[in-house]
């Protein structure tokens, strides 16, 4: 079993900036966190929940274009713990943001935690 929690939303003022962790636990964590490809993903009100960042189990990193240049994906192979340090925010990054492995599993979705831009 894997649990992904995730951490560090705000409310946050456009221009911003924020630093997202997610901690996985389970019995198979440490397997698949050295492994798997991980992912964050987010779900703004009325809309899909979709992928914006991913990296790969050696660090290198890929994000959609509209958060390329303004945040950044890191991982702690050791801790099990992978962050997304968020700047220059814009109220349409206001969303729960999620991680998984990528591609996701199911099962491992957690709460997600929330992050609102607005003045």
């Known amino acids: 079993q894997v649990q992904f929690v995730e951490s560090g939303g705000d409310l946050v003022q456009p221009g911003g900036s924020l630093r997202l962790s997610c901690a996985a636990s389970g019995s198979a964590s440490s397997f698949i966190f050295a492994r798997a490809a991980m992912g964050w993903y987010r779900q703004a009100p009325g809309k899909q929940r979709d992928l914006v960042a991913s990296i790969t189990r050696g660090g290198s990193t890929n994000y959609v274009d509209f958060v390329k240049g303004r945040f950044t994906f890191s991982r702690d192979n050791a801790k099990n713990t992978m962050y997304l340090q968020m700047n220059s925010l814009k109220p349409e990054d206001t969303a729960v943001y999620y991680c998984?492995?990528?591609?996701?599993?199911?099962?491992?979705w957690g709460q997600g935690t929330l992050v609102t831009v607005s003045s």
């Open positions: 998984n492995t990528d591609p996701p599993r199911s099962s491992y």
